[in-house]
């Protein structure tokens, strides 16, 4: 049976409510199968996140425990973000790529973190309050209706989270809502190559790790071009089958997904 959104959302925020305390307990994980890999062991995470594509100098310049492993890419890497920017983070989790673009927009631009899960959200602020950030804020809200006026961003990064929520199409539309116009996604997440088998779209493990709800490319493409964006590019990375699998060890769900990265312009005339 197909699971409903208020149902689904609630088992992604338990989902990752367990990551948050596990993290900060220092216990591990706490997600099966998830698209987390997260560890107490900073040399693990370290390990998890330069596959994903972020530099050594990336990983030390947040404050620690901002580094969960939560990602399947690096939207920093396309985001080309440009001193005295306003860059909205989609599903924030404890603040990594929030901070990354911190220093990249420097003093004169703004990060805002959104995330629904309050215990993950608690942890990206103590994150923020360590790393002395004045120009972030994290804000607790669903992606699908984010706690952001219109024509904020100029960009707006994802990574690995719009592919958890239960109506993707509505948090392109909201994406092209907040944006400045102008303004450009830079996302990394999960998209289906081929349609996945029922029983691993239905399943509660790989939906809260980013697999079981994965989107077919054409899909997402749909979706994104009706939102109104322009300038629409998907490309698949087939080189993250090898992390993918270690999500879901023996489920073979690397036959179906992959990690992609997610580019659009929301066009300069547009409201």
């Excluded at 989902?15 to 706490?30: K, L, P, T």
């Excluded at 939102?227 to 999500?247: E, V």
């Amino acid at each position: 049976m197909e699971v409903g959104e208020d149902n689904h959302r609630q088992q992604v925020r338990l989902a990752y409510a367990q990551v948050a305390i596990a993290n900060n307990e220092g216990s591990g994980c706490g997600v099966e199968s998830s698209c987390c890999g997260v560890s107490d062991d900073a040399a693990i995470n370290t390990l998890i996140s330069t596959r994903l594509g972020y530099s050594e100098s990336d990983l030390q310049v947040v404050p620690e425990g901002a580094d969960m492993g939560l990602g399947c890419g690096n939207p920093k890497a396309i985001a080309a973000l440009q001193v005295g920017e306003t860059v909205v983070d989609l599903g924030s989790g404890g603040g990594f790529d929030c901070f990354l673009a911190a220093a990249e927009v420097g003093s004169e631009g703004a990060v805002i973190g959104v995330d629904m899960t309050p215990d993950m959200l608690s942890k990206a602020r103590g994150n923020a309050a360590k790393g002395n950030y004045t120009n972030v804020e994290f804000r607790l809200g669903e992606i699908e209706a984010l706690p952001v006026a219109d024509n904020t961003a100029d960009v707006i990064i994802s990574n690995c989270v719009i592919n958890l929520s239960p109506d993707k199409a509505r948090v392109f539309r909201e994406a092209f809502r907040v944006l400045k116009p102008g303004g450009r996604l830079a996302i990394s997440d999960v998209v289906a190559t081929i349609e996945l088998p029922e029983e691993m779209r239905n399943d509660p493990q790989l939906i809260a790790g980013c697999m079981g709800n994965a989107s077919l490319i054409e899909t997402l493409q749909q979706w994104i071009d009706e939102a109104g964006f322009t300038s629409i590019r998907i490309q698949p990375k087939d080189d993250s089958k090898a992390f993918i699998r270690d999500w879901a060890p023996g489920r073979g769900v690397e036959d179906y997904v992959v990690s992609a990265t997610i580019e659009a312009i929301k066009p300069d005339g547009a409201v």
